[in-house]
Each structure stands twice: as structure tokens, then as C-alpha cells.
């Protein structure tokens, strides 16, 4: 198999992970959100830990620790990440799957309006109307939901701010590194929570069998496994086809809410969503046509990228300052 099929593969599978993910959180219940996210950060730590162990890769460690601004903003990052995955088990464990969903179907557009207000990123005239269409698109649902939609808004902005800290963080760190530092800043609050939670005999890991038992568990290789997978994609396929691929998720989300679990999906709400996927069939032609335009320039496989942020931050703009 070639490198470039290889890489497809690669993010083929991990978004596939990504959006089946609906069909692997209600296994972990009874257990909470926040306990499921506790369990995530704690196994997700071993996981990782492991796989630095056989790699014997820890020359980065020392460089980081004495990089006070990285670590900054990868303390911060953490606590993005940490609300923005207990708001998404929150929302597929209590029947909002279609609405989380739509958050990362909106996330690109929301990436995009990050890029103005905090870069200052000049956009063009289709990324200016892919904004317009998905802010419209909230105002539709909002009438249709009878509120905001919070939670696709919560994951969307949790995600794009986390990205934002990741990008300015930059590629020395990569994936396995930068997710056992995000892991291990949250670790002692999850251990504690979790042991919080055994000692009033509130907690799952040890009174509900071994097999909850081991599916709690496997909530750090679920964690980690589609993580390493884009990374490998990333080394070996250029970022506008992880661009194409990385609405496989949202359109699984999407599916299994309204297929699998019954979700309502009212031709209002549909409205909304066709504003959105608009939005996003916008933004998607304006890049590729950006791309086709730059003389000199072939397809080329990316750069090693720490995670997927550097797909939702590879909107091109005109004007894309240091930071």
C-alpha cells in the first residue's frame, strides 16, 4: 500500500472512531459524565505513558518543562479539552447526539470567525458568507429548539479555542507528547474525583463487575488510538484531504442520533442543518479553490500535526500573522 493510502486509511479510521463514538459512551453508564471523563484522563495517561515507554521518547520533556509559556497554554488547553469531551458524553448519554453533532459540523465556522477576532485574519468573500449562513443557521434552530443550541455552541468554541492554543503552541509538540502533558495536568483531580467517588461508594469501577469495569478503563485506548491515527494521517496525506475526511464524524453523529436512537429531526431543524452544510460546502470550495490558485505549489503530505486542531485551523486566510 502506498504512503498516500496508507495515510488515508489511517484517517479513514480515525474518523470513524471519532463519529461511532455516540455507540461507545452509553456503555460506560451508569456512570456519570464527569466520571467518564475522569476515567478517560486517568486511562488515557497509562495509555500514552506506555506507548512513550516503547518508543523510549522523552527528549522532549525537558525543552517543555522550561517552555513556561507552552506549558501555559497547554494547562489551559487541558482545561478546554476536559469541558468540552464532558459535554460531549453529557450530550450523547442524554439523548442530544444530532445536536452534538451539529457542533462539530459548525466548528470549521467557528474556527474561521476565531481567525478574524483574535488573529485578525483578513477572509474573503465566501468565507465572510459561510459565516453569515452559520449564523443564521443558529438563529433557525434556536426558534426550532426553543433555545440556543448550547451544546453544539459549547463544543464548538471549546474545541476552537483549544485549537487556537495548539496552534500557538506549534509542532514541537506532537501528538503522544501533547496529549500525555494535557492528561497528566488533569490527572490528580481526576484521581481524586474517582477515589472521591469509590469511598462514598458512588463510583462504577468497583461495584458494577469487571466487565464495566474494563469498559471504563477502555475509555483512555478510545482515547488515544484515534489520536495516534490522525497523526499518522497527517505525516503522509496533505491536510485538504484530512479536510474532506474530517466530516465523516459529524455525518456518523448525525446519523446514528436520527437512525439509531430516534432523535427528532423536524424539517425546521433540517432547515437549520441545511444552512449549515451549506456554510461548510462554502468554506470547503473557497479553500480548494484558494489552494488551486497559489502558483507553484503541488499537493504535498503535511507536516506532522500534534491532533486534529490543525485540520480545523487550516482554513487558509489571506493574512495569517506569528504567533
Known amino acids: 500500500m502506498g504512503d498516500d493510502r496508507r495515510g488515508t486509511a489511517y484517517g479513514v479510521a480515525c474518523y470513524l472512531i471519532w463519529g461511532l463514538f455516540p455507540l461507545f459512551w452509553p456503555l460506560l453508564e451508569p ?23 516503547v518508543q523510549r521518547n522523552w527528549s522532549w520533556l525537558r525543552p517543555l518543562l522550561s517552555d513556561r509559556a507552552s506549558l501555559t497554554r497547554l494547562g489551559l488547553a487541558a482545561v478546554l479539552i476536559a469541558g468540552n469531551w464532558c459535554l460531549y458524553i453529557w450530550g450523547v448519554n442524554n439523548n442530544h447526539v444530532v445536536e452534538t453533532s451539529l ?20 477572509l474573503r468573500r465566501l468565507q465572510w458568507a459561510a459565516i453569515g449562513l452559520g449564523a443564521f443557521a443558529v438563529v433557525v434552530l434556536a426558534v426550532d429548539y426553543g433555545r440556543p443550541p448550547w451544546i453544539a455552541l459549547g463544543l464548538a468554541l471549546s474545541f476552537s479555542a483549544y485549537a487556537l492554543l ?3 503552541v506549534g509542532p514541537r509538540v506532537g501528538a503522544v507528547q501533547s496529549m500525555t502533558v494535557e492528561t497528566a495536568l488533569l490527572f490528580l483531580p481526576a484521581l481524586a474525583w474517582l477515589l472521591l467517588l469509590e469511598v462514598g461508594n458512588d463510583g462504577q469501577l468497583g461495584h458494577s463487575g469487571v466487565g464495566p469495569a474494563l469498559l471504563l478503563a477502555s475509555a483512555g485506548v478510545a482515547t488515544a488510538v484515534p489520536l495516534l491515527f490522525f ?7 496533505p491536510l485538504s484531504v484530512l479536510g474532506m475526511l474530517q466530516y465523516l464524524s459529524p455525518v456518523l453523529q448525525f446519523l446514528v442520533g436520527v437512525l439509531l436512537y430516534d432523535e427528532p429531526m423536524p424539517a425546521s431543524r433540517l432547515v437549520g442543518f441545511g444552512l449549515v452544510w451549506a456554510a461548510l460546502a462554502l468554506l470547503t470550495f473557497d479553500g480548494l479553490r484558494s489552494h488551486g490558485r497559489r502558483p507553484g505549489r ?5 507536516r506532522p500535526s500534534p491532533d486534529p486542531t490543525a485540520m480545523a485551523l487550516a482554513t487558509p486566510g489571506r493574512r495569517r500573522p506569528t504567533v
Open 103 to 122: 457542533g462539530y459540523f459548525i466548528m470549521p465556522v467557528v474556527t474561521v470567525l476565531v481567525g478574524v477576532l483574535v488573529l485578525q485574519e483578513r
Open 166 to 168: 495548539k496552534k500557538q
Open 31 to 53: 456512570a456519570g459524565a464527569v466520571e467518564i471523563l475522569a476515567h478517560r484522563v486517568v486511562w488515557s495517561l497509562v495509555f500514552v505513558l506506555g506507548v512513550l515507554a
Open 231 to 237: 497523526a499518522a494521517a497527517a505525516r503522509r496525506v
Open 298 to 302: 503541488t499537493a504535498r503530505p503535511a
